[in-house]
């Protein structure tokens, strides 16, 4: 791959060529002002980061996650981009560019998640395999089609929201550049290329073949995003290929976000003791590079958040080296881990996904509430789909309550003109529900599930 390739700024439904490049305000950084400013983007202020539904102040959410994620990915990028535009003598590339490239998908990349975050994933396809409503709606999916909902995937609405649902009305939807969209594509690759053999014939299994990236109805939008980056292609069978590069740095500023603050966090919450947090962040920092005035801060809680700056600052140094050490394997397609993998610290970093899984993600009031979810998610899309279903079959003489029921829904579930008529493609209709329920905040979900099922009136 080659990187003035790589970094198309060029706009996915658009045609005539970008703007010069202006240095105050580059087209990557009008990504990010595109992103901010989105109606998916305000709703991650309530959806679940680890703690759901929580009620203390202090905890992340997926918005303050994705700010955080945005900021890493920014210096990430920039140490990169310094050093491939020195090591290449680029002109015609910004080296800030690499920087606004990886901040704008950071804040991207948790756009796509449904409410009660990844149990949330789980609870969508539990529904699709065991639901009678999903039974019936899947009767016509092509195996691609059934694919992309039986293995329901945040990352792949999210690239469904980006270039579809947000500004419906554009081609292209947020009209955001290739180069962006192709970093924010952890997994570059449909639903049913899922197993697909290498070229030695064996699986593969490399860190951008672990889930897929986009739905049966953005394929082409990706196709576009393949061909103009020049990403290499792994399949001819499948849409599927190799990681655009900037992909591996937007990866590992979630990583070290969501490893260490969640570890800060789970201290905050009396979850992990003060001496087991000093351990577990010292482990990612070189002798040198450790905090040695600790002492002087006034709390244990002012002590956590000193090293946990330190030891991002650190593995940010860390994964830029291996990045920059591995760029010709990248741009190869040949490498294939995430760089938290790669490191040298991948054992400590283990241990701290080890740590949190056990002490913090399976806290009882977590478990509860997840556990709740997979019942809202279902009664939700049980509700909507089988009315939808029944108005698409019966028209006028759908039921009552499915009519009822669907005044509730936004017009963008239903075919434009007058009335509200659902789309006759039994595909388009489910994903249409799955944006509306998915897209929900998870005090939202909660609210119309009950109201819905009867177990509360408004204003009661």
Known sequence: MDWLQLLCAGRLGRDHKPAPFDSSRSDFRRDADRITFSTAFRRLQDKTQVFPLADNDYVRTRLTHSLEVSSVGRSLGARVGAEICRRHGFTQIHPSDFGDIVSAAGLAHDIGNPPFGHSGEDAIRHWFTTSDHARVAGETFTPGQRADIEWYEG?????????????????????????????????????????????????????????????QSERAHFESVALHCGLIRRSADAAWWARHPLAFLVEAADDICYRLVDFEDGFRLGYIRYAEVRESFFALMADKSRPTRLHEAQSDLRRVQIMRAMAIGSAIDHCADLFLENEEAILAGTFDSSLIDASPFCKAWKQIQNRSQEAIYGTTRSVEIEAAGFEVLAGLL???????????????????????????????????????????????????????????????AVSLYKKVRGISLPGR
Request: charged residues 20%; aromatic residues 8%.
């Open 155 to 215: 990352n792949a609405q999210g690239f469904r929201l980006l270039t579809r649902l947000q500004m419906p009305e554009n081609a292209g939807g947020l009209q955001l550049t290739h180069a962006m969209l192709g970093a924010f594509t952890k997994y570059p690759r449909e639903s049913s290329a899922a197993g697909l053999g290498s070229a030695a014939g064996e699986t593969y299994r490399g860190a951008s073949a672990k889930k897929f990236g986009f739905n």
């Open 382 to 444: 049980d509700v909507f789909v089988s009315a939808i279903n029944d108005l698409a079959a019966q028209g006028e003489s759908a039921s009552l309550r499915s009519k009822k029921l669907l005044m509730l829904l936004p017009h963008e579930v239903f075919d434009g003109g007058p009335g509200r008529i659902p789309t006759k493609d039994g595909y388009d209709r489910l994903l249409r529900i799955l944006d509306f329920v998915s897209g929900m905040t998870d005090s939202y």
